[in-house]
């Protein structure tokens, strides 16, 4: 049951979104989302969204599984859309019962749809069509000017490899050691929430203390392997910039300079 | 000089009650003496708590000898600078397959090592490619390691140890978590790495049957080499064995017991056909 559950939603697929170096793909997805933050008027979002609609059609990730992953957060967006229509002071358009619209409330609930709509489509998109191995890497690379600040770079990037390569395996331990109390007499599903929550000490006990060991033997191994940090480590797949990157950076440029010049006109 | 050398090896933890104050020290290794050519094929053997992964240990250089030396190919393991190239030239192989896998994928979790040693780009991959094939796991180097068995995955391991060009390979009970299909799997491919590349493997086990094949077997209890010979002189030693709490395998028994009924057979018989011949040629 546990095992259903997918972290960091890749879709696999063959595509030059797919191949496109990591570092394009975040500073692209970083780029984007303070363009959403900048822009003064509608014709903005309109860009964004051409833009946004573009790269789905050359990542050939399919819209509807786009969609699906966004059921989660429909809800959140509804607080938001209706907290803003009703609560912005202004003047009135109509009123229901004792709830005021007023225009200054439609645009900003507007806004905010589209806004957060756009903002949250594209940075799963960017997962979606990166490998969380690819992931870290580029993030690695990116942060290492702050290297220079004392930050563990290198160290954060293992650190959360590691954590992605170990999640398959503790949810299979989670679920094995839940079968086994369960078998016990273990009641996991009746009573109230901290009748519930008491119910998950025995399965997080065990837990702790399996990983606890694992982690032990883990370094070990790695140690073993004569691995002593970042420095001095080669990589085996090396990043590389390519054409398509570098082309990519150039519709990023591009997109950036049409949409903060558009997007940043008062009408 | 042998490619592993131990000069009266003596290792001791200390053991500490629930507040941590020390109880007193338990001898694990106890002054052992090995000399291991290169290109041998040495097993341990020995119960559990005999001292055998403790000493496999201290060929890598992750223990360090409370008293005592260990050279590994004429190298001090006490020497800090000498570690990492320890590490290189004698590679360790782990009982839990699943804790011992770095990559996400296989091709890149037996890339680890050589990433680590600071080896070019082009040079890992070919690295990587042909341990894999050495281990029979090519054709899985895109793989999860989660999705694979047991024995596959402990074939990754050695793969990822043999990426590092090592001159010797220490398997701390490779087999003791892998269903019998694994061991056989693993046991091939450990004896195909003996045979073919002339690696000096150092196996450590409780199971009989991998022994077998082995040039050299040790047997341990209590932290001291107890028996030392061929396989075959090990086994003629059914009573010796059953002391020292390890399991003969059946077949050396039956022989055994076959013998003590008067019927002439060899000693030390250690496989079906052997024992099949023998009867053969007695009736």
Known sequence: MLRDITLGQYYQTESVIHRLDPRVKLGGTLCYIISLFFFRNFLGYGIAALFLAAVIGLSHVPFKFIVKGMKAIVFLLLITVTFNLFLTPGEALFTVWKLTVTVEGLRTAVNMAVRLSLLIIGSSLMTLT???????????????????????????????????????????????????????????????????????????????????????????????????????????????????????YLCLLAYLAVSIGIGRLRF | MGIIQTKDLVYEYIRRDEDGNVEGFTTAVDKVNLDIRPGEFIAILGHNGSGKSTLAKHINAILNPTEGTVWVDGMDTARQEHVWDIRQRAGMVFQNPDNQII?????????????????????????????????????????????????????????????????????????????????????????????????????????????????RV?????????????????????????????????????????RKRGIRLPEGILTVEELADALAGSI
């Open chain 1, 130 to 248: 990166t490998t969380p191995n690819n992931l870290t890497d580029g993030m690695e690379s990116m942060m290492k000017p702050l290297k220079a600040f004392r930050v563990p770079v290198h160290e954060v990037a293992m650190i959360m490899s590691i954590a992605l390569r170990f999640i398959p395996i503790l949810l299979e331990e989670t679920d094995k050691i839940m079968k086994a109390q369960i078998a016990r007499g273990a009641d996991f599903e009746t009573g109230n929430i901290v009748k519930r929550a008491k119910a998950l000490v025995p399965i997080l006990v065990p837990l702790f203390i399996s990983a606890f060991r694992r982690a032990n033997d883990l370094a070990m191994a790695m140690e073993a392997r004569c691995y002593r940090g970042g420095e001095g480590r080669t990589k085996m797949k090396p990043l590389v910039y390519e054409r398509r990157d570098r082309l990519g």
């Open chain 2, 103 to 215: 990559g996400q994928v296989v091709e890149e979790d037996v890339g680890f090592g050589p990433e680590n040693m600071g080896v070019p780009t082009k040079e890992i991959w070919e690295r990587v490619e042909e341990s894999l094939k050495a281990v029979g796991m090519y054709e899985y180097r895109k793989h999860s390691p989660n999705k694979l068995s047991g024995g596959q995955k402990q074939r990754v391991s050695i793969a990822g140890v043999l990426a590092m060009h090592p001159k010797c390979i220490v398997l701390d009970e490779p087999t003791a978590m892998l269903d019998p299909k694994g061991r056989r799997e693993v046991v091939r491919a450990v004896r195909a790495l003996n045979d073919v590349e002339g690696i000096t493997v150092v196996l450590i086990t409780h199971y009989m049957e991998e022994i077998i094949h082995a040039d």
């Open chain 2, 218 to 258: 040790f047997v341990m209890d209590n932290g001291k080499i107890a028996m030392e010979g061929a396989p075959r002189e090990i086994f003629s030693q059914v009573e010796r064995l059953k002391s020292l709490r390890l399991d003969v395998p059946q077949v050396t028994l039956l022989a055994y017991e076959l």
